[in-house]
């Protein structure tokens, strides 16, 4: 049962918009290989607006997440393709299906 997620914003540079589409799909076999990582969304919701959307178990496995392959990789390329650094909710699930 999932109890907590992660929220992400990420806004493309201008010109930028496909590279980020690229990142978000090419990090879902990262995150499949994240055992406490339930649920895993690459969303995009407007021309240059773009967000990940997870859910976990517990606290342990966001935290493994936060620390996991795909987390460094938008970090390390953050300043390439983002027009501002993401911004990170931390979120508890009140009710899922």
Not at 25 to 41: A, F, K, R, S
Not at 53 to 66: I, N, V, Y
Not at 68 to 77: E, Q, T
């Amino acid at each position: 049962m999932v109890k907590v997620g992660l929220l992400v914003r990420l806004e493309a540079k201008p010109g930028k918009e496909q590279a980020v589409a690229d990142f978000l799909c090419g990090g879902l076999p990262l995150v499949q290989e994240e055992p406490e990582t339930i649920n895993w969304y690459g969303i995009q919701m407007g021309p240059s607006t773009f967000g990940i959307f997870d859910t976990f178990p517990d606290d342990a496995g966001r935290k493994a997440h936060l620390g996991g392959k795909v987390a460094a990789a938008l970090m390390a390329n953050a300043g390439e393709l983002l027009s501002a650094a993401p911004t990170i909710e931390m979120i508890d699930i009140l009710a899922s299906k």
